[in-house]
């Protein structure tokens, strides 16, 4: 109920905003003080609304059979539905893991012992990182100083432009966790 009042404070200044504006620009007058009405308007029913109606919408008799916990947990719910938070927390989830990979891969290529890396095999794991695939790889990995080894399950969000370009019994070139020879980064490009 205090977004109702909030709203119609918002909607006042906007009214008053949009006057100022009609007076100081006086070719698009009309507009803007037919503009500035209708604020003003959503605003004074909103206040209208909360004045009168929200102390009785307050008050109304609980449904039978429903406990105080439940009707907490219905508000809850309606302030931001269950299948909107969770697609909200999905969407939060996506982004950290798009940061933690891109922290990563710019730490190896700061970092990262150059290597070039031949596709054996690829596999795609179905689950997507801002729409981008994420694509499961067996990899030889050469590095400049070594021997060659084998990576098998390396994963890697790829991105849909570059996809097509990626054959198996291609090389390209990679960066290396001078610690851990399983942690790379390939670049596609």
Not at 2 to 13: C, D, P, R, T, V
Not at 134 to 152: C, M, S
């Amino acid at each position: 109920m205090y977004m109702l009042k909030i709203g119609a404070w918002i909607s006042f200044i906007v009214g008053a905003i949009l006057l100022v504006l009609a007076i100081i620009v006086p070719e698009s007058m009309v507009g803007l003080v037919l503009g500035a009405i209708a604020c003003f308007a959503a605003g004074g029913f909103n206040l209208w609304f909360y004045h009168y109606f929200a102390p009785t919408m307050r008050n109304l008799p609980k449904p039978e059979g429903m406990e105080n916990e439940d009707i907490t947990s219905l508000r809850g719910s309606w302030k931001m539905g269950g299948a909107m938070r969770k697609q909200s927390i999905s969407k939060m989830e996506s982004a950290t893991a798009t940061l933690k990979e891109m922290n990563r891969s710019n730490r190896l290529r700061e970092y990262g012992d150059k290597a070039e890396a031949e596709v054996m095999a690829i596999r795609d794991t179905g689950q997507l990182i801002n729409f981008d695939p994420i694509l499961e790889f067996d990899l030889r990995i050469v590095p400049a100083e070594g021997e060659a080894y084998h990576v098998a399950g390396y994963r890697q969000v790829v991105s849909k432009i570059i996809l097509p370009r990626i054959t198996m019994g291609s090389t390209y070139s990679a960066f290396v966790d001078p610690d851990d020879p399983s942690s790379l980064f390939i670049n596609w490009q």
